[in-house]
């Protein structure tokens, strides 16, 4: 893969990472922080980290496809 | 609680001691370990499989099966920045960890010190990265060694008292380790990942069956009685806290000179990116154990140590025989993450404190590597048995000390400016901050010590690389080249 191609994987894969930083952390985490609704019986925060795991693996996996650390 | 159950569930918890020895011993007959990266990287030569477990079990440890479930049972939601930060930590180790295998395999490299002291030209900046980081290996291994000697000690209905446990653990690890390197603790943490994985799922099935039927009722039951426990600031924390520990933590992955040694052992640099990037799919296992905490909130009120929350839910739960299993699994987690902690502080403190200042031939430095696993893990048995801080607290703190190594990382693949006095300065003056921010003035404002440290170091480490002459161009340039690597 050439270094052109290279950059905008670079650029996508730091925007993302600083976008989960963002949902996950202060302020976003003001959307998973709270007693309900339920959802098929699990509480808000228990989904949101569900959330962060798929989120990170499909990002991340998108990341190896570009190839983007080299 | 069953009487005499120590009868089956110690039996079970030493059968996974031998478990692991026989494992760990076998392993040496695939290695060369009269070699330093044959003991230390295993010759470079670990496959997806054992990378996926070797990283997975190796972050998976006692607090997933004594201190999570500890903190769900006695502070609710918070716990679960555990999950997260593993998560975001892997996000930001990806960039550098192409960079690691490389640098790595380049210029045979088998440590996250060595790698500093050559880019910063500096045998004593490298040295001051082994110390920092083994002393986070340290205090990481009393997290360890603690979680080990609870539950010899409560299989054993207090047979085994708490020091004797840890110091069978620890002899039986030494052994191991000794022989066999980092192979041995890639098998080891293949058969533990696997164990733990199953076990835990198991578990919390049960466990919230047992107890509440499903997750629903459980959920229902605790929004209804107990609703403080589904938030973070109900939980004693707040978003400030909660974002710190969470920065810290993550920042801190890349940090643990652990997981450069187990990514210096894969055999390509594909093998190291795909582990990677599914890796977090393992922290599903840390869910269950949480949930095990949640379901004890209401039925099992005013246990203590909280960390023994776990264990005393299985015991009124679980069959004895799946007890056992369960008990077997913490202490497999304990153990697949302390393996590759005391085998990192011998490493380091024989390749980047001792041997660039004297003259020890390759054979010399890997007879030491081995030879220092042993005090290393002495010191982590003796701490431990004082129970200093409870699990989590123990690595919360951890993490402090190493995000310090954070800027020099970042500076030595992304900033050429960046100078071995910058790099020195800002970590030692980090990790004081960190030190007296952790222990005398605990989080001020709500933030994180390790973050006050963090920020004193990054200050210092710019405005003192500027004022200070740029490193060798030839050095810098085989850090900034490294797309021109080809692997053979």
């Known amino acids: 893969m050439s270094v052109k191609k290279r950059k905008p994987a670079s650029v996508f894969g730091v925007i993302a990472m600083i976008a989960m930083f963002v949902l996950f952390c202060w302020p976003g985490i003001l959307l998973f922080d709270r007693p309900g609704p339920l959802f098929l019986g699990l509480p808000p925060m228990l989904w949101g980290t569900y959330l962060c795991v798929v989120l990170c693996v499909i990002l991340m996996s998108i990341l190896v496809k570009l190839g983007v650390e080299k | ?488």
């Open chain 2, 1 to 488: 609680m069953k009487e005499n159950y120590w009868v089956v569930l110690l039996p079970f918890t030493l059968a996974y001691v031998v478990i692991a020895l026989i494992l760990g011993l076998s392993a040496a007959k695939r290695g060369t370990m009269k070699k330093l990266e044959g003991w230390a990287v295993a010759s470079r030569r670990l496959g997806v499989f054992v990378m996926f477990f070797l990283t997975g079990a190796g972050a998976i440890s006692a607090y997933t099966f004594l201190g999570a479930p500890g903190w769900a049972y006695s502070k609710g939601v918070p716990v679960l920045y555990v999950t997260i930060y593993l998560t975001l930590g892997y996000f930001v180790a990806y960039f550098f960890l192409g960079r690691v295998y490389k640098i790595g395999k380049k210029f045979h490299h088998v440590t996250q010190a060595g790698v500093i002291r050559h880019r910063y030209d500096s045998k004593v900046v490298g040295a001051i990265g082994a110390v920092i980081g083994i002393l986070g290996c340290i205090g990481y291994g009393i997290t360890q060694g603690m979680g080990c000697g609870y539950i010899l000690n409560f299989a054993s209905g207090g047979r085994i008292p708490f020091w004797a446990g840890i110091t069978l653990v620890f002899a039986v690890m030494c052994i191991y380790i000794v022989v066999s390197g980092l192979r041995a603790i890639g098998w080891t943490n293949s058969f533990q990942g696997i164990l733990m994985a199953v076990v835990a799922v198991l578990a919390g099935i049960l466990i919230v069956k047992h107890y509440w039927g499903s997750l629903g009722t459980l959920f229902t039951g605790l929004q209804n009685e107990a609703p403080q426990f589904l938030t973070i600031r109900a939980g004693g924390w707040n978003y400030r806290i909660w974002t710190t520990s969470v920065l810290v933590s993550s920042l801190g992955i890349i940090c643990w000179p652990t997981f450069w040694v187990m990514w210096m052992g894969s055999k390509s640099i594909n093998a190291v990116r795909r582990t990677v990037s599914i890796l977090p799919l393992y922290w599903f296992v840390i869910l269950p154990m949480i949930v095990v905490g949640y379901a004890a909130i209401l039925k099992l009120p005013g246990i203590t140590p909280t960390d023994s929350i776990a264990m005393e839910t299985a015991l009124r739960a679980l069959p004895l025989g799946l007890t056992g299993v369960l008990f077997a699994a913490t202490l497999a987690a304990a153990m697949s993450s302390c393996e590759i902690l005391i085998l990192n502080a011998g490493l380091q403190c024989a390749t980047d404190i001792v041997a660039p200042f004297s003259k020890l031939s390759e054979t010399k430095i890997t007879q030491l590597s081995k030879l220092l696993v042993l005090p290393f893990a002495a010191i982590i048995v003796v701490v431990s048995v004082t129970k200093p801080e409870s699990l989590v607290g123990m690595l919360l703190m951890t993490y402090g000390w190493l995000v310090q190594l954070f800027p020099a990382i970042v500076g030595m693949f992304f900033w050429k400016r960046a100078t071995k006095q910058g790099a020195a300065i800002g970590l030692l003056a980090g990790l004081v901050l960190s030190i007296l921010f952790s222990r005398l003035w605990p989080n001020p404002l709500g933030i994180h010590a390790g973050i006050w440290g963090l920020a004193l170091n990054v200050v210092l480490f710019v405005v003192i690389s500027f004022l200070t002459s740029p490193p060798p161009k030839e050095v810098v340039d085989q850090y900034f080249n490294l797309h021109e690597y080809q692997e053979e």
